[in-house]
């Protein structure tokens, strides 16, 4: 594996971690009678989200 094709790779789960992200936090904003309609796994408990370690933003793997 090349050092680009290795960037490449980083940079690719980033974007898709980043999109993740960023949907969960629009869904989140929604009314919480939307949620629980769409069936957002979490939406009964309510727990503030935590923030994700340093290196474990690829996902769980």
């Not at 790779?9 to 992200?21: D, G, I, K, P, T």
């Not at 949907?23 to 629980?36: F, G, I, N, S």
């Amino acid at each position: 594996m090349s050092i680009f094709s290795a960037i490449g790779h980083l940079a690719h789960e980033y974007s898709v971690a980043r999109a993740r992200y960023l949907t969960e936090r629009q869904v989140r904003a929604l009314p919480y009678e939307v949620q629980k309609d769409i069936g957002w796994p979490d939406a009964s408990e309510r727990q503030p989200s935590s923030r994700i370690a340093v290196g474990s933003w690829a996902g769980g793997r």
